[in-house]
């Protein structure tokens, strides 16, 4: 049984790690839920939920001051490149300033903990083509939320080579699953797609907006292969100071993804087609060897995953 603190806990892939952590571990949450739901929690007598902020200084050194954790996963952050486009000093504090000090809170208060990991983004590689995507290829971060992403990043791991403590990264590509919220333009694409076809099948009149002609492609993995993800890189000695693609290494078109659920629920969504987003990345697609290399297996193929975030529904 071990302590574990989850940044952004109440958040999507937040709230599935503590969900499946605080069966057996105990689990301290804190979420400001700006994007997050309480009700994504399920109640534990080893969930310890704080509604609070990771800006919040005063807090966060209480609770890294006050507690022994083993592991501390860093969830909390804006997610989204457009809010980071639109507000990128209040971003900037929430995606880059509160890693830092949770860093040096870190530094000062919990010697023992066996690993912190930082959630950075595919974002980080910006729109060089060369794909598929390693660790070591090419970054160019385009906009202030991958900016702060690489930036925290790197200081993370910087934490590890400076001063021991023991950290890592991974690098999210698009993840997709249940308690994703649907509710933003912004929101994961698939997200969106489960939602027009719920509507679809309570007789709603609905449809889904494509931005673009549906061959812009991406890595799309399911949450379920995230946590494996990201427990392996939390325990394996050989993640020390180094980050992680976390995808699937396969890359699938926007087309051929509405395809796919257009087959498992037997239905044909209405799609209207409009202008491809600014910015939006032609395709991308990761290189997950190394993750790999520390004994990481996808359970879940899209067609998989797509069927469970359905049943889930
Ligand atoms: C993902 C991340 C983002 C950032 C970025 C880096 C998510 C939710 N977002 O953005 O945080 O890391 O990668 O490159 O994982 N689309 C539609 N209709 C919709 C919504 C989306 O056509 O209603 C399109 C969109 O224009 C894009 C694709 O679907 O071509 C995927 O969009 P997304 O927002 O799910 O993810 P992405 O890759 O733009």
């Keep these: 049984m071990y302590n574990y603190l989850i ?14 952590l605080s069966k057996e571990n105990t689990v301290v949450v804190i979420d400001d839920l700006s994007m997050g739901k309480k009700s994504n929690l399920k109640k534990s007598d080893n969930l310890n939920f704080i509604n609070g902020s990771v800006t919040d200084k005063n807090l966060m050194t209480k609770i890294i001051s006050e507690n022994k954790f083993d592991y501390i996963f860093h969830l909390a952050a804006i997610a989204s490149v457009a809010d980071s486009v639109e507000r990128p000093v209040e971003t900037h504090q929430i995606n880059f300033e509160s890693v830092l000090m949770l860093l040096e809170l870190v530094r000062k208060y919990q010697k023992n903990l066996k690993r912190l ?9 910006g729109d060089e083509p060369t794909l598929p995507k390693k660790e070591e290829s090419v970054i160019r971060p385009l906009t202030p939320y991958a900016i702060d992403k690489f930036a925290a990043e790197q200081y993370v791991l910087d934490y590890n080579h400076l001063y021991g403590v023991n950290t890592s990264a991974v690098r999210f590509f698009n993840v997709y699953g249940p308690n994703q919220n649907p ?63 976390v995808g699937t290494g396969n890359a699938l078109s926007l087309k051929e993804l509405i395809d796919v659920i257009n087959k498992i629920v037997h239905v044909d969504l209405p799609v209207k087609y409009e202008a491809e987003r600014e910015g939006d990345i032609k395709k991308s697609v990761s290189d997950i060897s190394r993750l790999k290399s520390l004994g990481y297996q996808s359970n879940f193929s899209v067609h998989e995953g797509i069927r469970e975030y359905l049943i889930s529904e």
């Excluded at 109440?10 to 969900?19: E, H, R, V």
């Design 183 to 245: 509710e933003s333009p912004y929101s994961g694409v698939i997200s969106i797609l489960v939602d027009r076809y719920k509507k679809l099948k309570n007789g709603e009149k609905t449809e889904f907006t494509l931005f673009g002609d549906g061959t812009q492609s991406r890595d799309f993995v399911f949450v379920e292969d995230v946590i494996q993800a990201l427990l392996l890189v939390a325990s394996k000695e050989a993640a020390l100071g180094k980050q992680f693609n």
């Design 117 to 125: 990991v930082f959630s950075s983004s595919a974002a980080v590689y």
């Design 7 to 20: 940044t952004g806990g109440a958040g999507f892939i937040g709230s599935t790690l503590a969900n499946h």
